[in-house]
């Protein structure tokens, strides 16, 4: 096998990992603060991918710059759904939550079948196809630029935590539920203001994402598994651990796809996945609870 | 007292139900039945000893494809089958269980754990040529006209009364199951394992055992499900979607309740078939549109009647102890 070749998937398994991570980002915040898992998360990156088809349709908006008001909108989602719905959950037992998310799931799954048809869409900017070579090497520019975006939102949420005094707070109830009550921390507005930032992650992701794959109803549930596998890989609740999670699986998926038959690089993943929550459930980045 | 004359009746209904109904009802009356079986079969698992699989798919699809290989290459009929169904199962519950419990994983990453060897175990199918990969398990589909109980293949009325038989023999046995030593440890475990552990319950031996029962419940509708449908394929059998739809039934019923499964079969069944009648009734037939108000009657459901709608159905009728 020609060695240009592996270096080529390398990066570009990085690359799309990064988006990866990106998306995975925002369950693991939302897991790590509001302590419910997002069964929809897949189906929430859908949505987003087909809101940066239906901007680059209407107005010939480029998926980078359509990723602000997609991001923007979900925030407001985010938000209503946690305070509307998932706030009065966070004291049920996890059966309950997950039926909550299926149902949420489900109707988001169907409406877009509904909104869009079945068909599978996509968006062809001017510079899809276009790349740098460097030597025998070659990066796709959408690619690199989906990396860069991921990096940089992943870098401001990062930042926001570190640094506001709202993200201080969100960290606060994340640490101790009670003891953020007792201080007078308003924690279902907190939570639902969490869950925006993680749809606002998605929605970014989303609109990545579209560049690389077609994007139909049903895509989903598998790309909710991946978020989970990503998370857990990395460490659920640990944002770092989220991103290299993120790199690490979509190296292996790239890598799986080029030596082994790639219908099965996804057992690859699982299998990851099952040794992870044997040998170290907190995740390679996790804290131990 | 009450209760037991419901059941006669219940169970009297339910006997004569196929001699009164045209096929298509008789068809949905066997898929209720199997969603209650299938659905008794998880609730021992976490209605009654409170780990939550997600997985579940994972023994129904293994069960099926068990009986059916056999048979498909052999001719060795399912009710020898069925047995290798069970132990395969069984074997792969309790190194489930016995990984996931000496590791100490419990709750969401449990869950977790169970989806992910359910989707290995499918991708796995999806590579095994003796099973047909993805490209499916086809048995020979059976005459109809005829009984053939040792091959297990005949008309639908066969079918319905052997899964109506098993979904009264799980409701015997966990009748029982709920009323032994084990029920009441499980419950303990279920409400506060660490508190369980402290009155000297060994938790490990006893989730132990609820995962082996619940396996070798669900390898049994495994079977059921691939003489009654003759087609077996791993994108299917083994989905996550497969999964949920196993556990919808007892969680809208009521979880942990010996009648919430069976309710919330017939619920969920009627509820589904009923939006379709509607939907065409008033000409809404656009692709997706049912699956949003099955959505939408799931989440007021899950919303107001968190414990399930057997519960607060058991208290009107005085049926509560």
Known sequence: MPLDLVVNVTIAGVLTGMVYGLMALGLSVIFGVVRVVNFAHGEMMTIAMYAAVSLFAAFQLDPFLAAIPVAAGFFVLGYLLQAGLINPFITRPEHSQFMLMVAVAIIMVNGMLIAFGPDARNVQIAYQLESWEIGKILLDKPRVYAALMAAATSAALFLFFKLSLTGKAIRACADNHLGALVVGLNVKHLYALTFGLGAACVAVAGCMMILFLDVTPSLGPSYTLLAFIIVIVGGLGSLTGALLGGVLIGLSEALAGLFIQPSAKSMFCYGLLILVLLFRPQGLLGKKS | ?321
């Open chain 2, 1 to 321: 007292m009450k209760q037991k004359v419901l059941l006669l009746v219940l169970f009297a209904v339910l006997l004569i139900f196929p001699k009164v109904v045209n096929p298509y009802l008789l068809s949905v009356g066997t898929l209720i039945l199997y969603l209650a079986y299938t659905g008794q079969a998880w609730n021992v698992m976490m209605g009654f000893a409170g780990q939550l699989s997600l997985g579940h798919s994972l023994y129904v699809g293994v069960g099926a494809y068990a009986a059916a290989a056999i048979f498909v290459h052999y001719g060795i009929g399912p009710w020898a089958g069925v047995w290798l169904a069970i132990a395969v199962c069984v074997a792969i519950g309790a190194a489930i269980g016995f990984l996931a419990f000496r590791f100490g994983i419990s709750g969401v990453y449990f869950a977790l754990l169970t989806i992910a060897f359910a989707e290995f175990t499918r991708i796995g199918f999806d590579h095994l040529n003796w099973t047909g990969g993805s490209g499916g398990l086809f048995l020979k589909v059976a005459q109809r006209d005829q009984i053939d109980l040792a091959n297990f293949r005949g008309p639908p009325e066969m079918y319905y009364y052997s899964i109506l038989i098993l979904v009264f023999a799980a409701l015997v046995l966990c009748n029982y199951l709920l009323k032994s030593k084990a029920g009441y440890y499980w419950q303990a475990i279920r409400e506060n394992e660490e508190a369980a552990q402290a009155l000297g319950i060994n938790t490990f031996r006893w989730k132990m055992l609820a995962v082996v029962i619940s396996s070798a419940m669900t390898a049994v509708s495994g079977v059921f499900f691939a003489f009654y449908y003759n087609n077996l394929f791993p994108e299917q059998i083994f989905h996550i979607s497969r999964s949920i739809e196993i556990i919808l039934a007892p969680i809208i019923g009521g979880v942990g309740t010996l009648f919430g499964p069976i309710l919330g079969a017939v619920v969920l069944t009627v509820l589904s078939d009923s939006i379709t009648e509607l939907l065409a009734y008033f000409g809404w037939e656009i692709p997706g549109i049912k699956q949003v108000f099955y959505g939408i009657v799931l989440l007021l459901v899950i919303m107001f009647l968190p414990h399930g709608i057997w519960p607060p159905l058991a208290r009107k009728l005085g049926l509560a102890k």
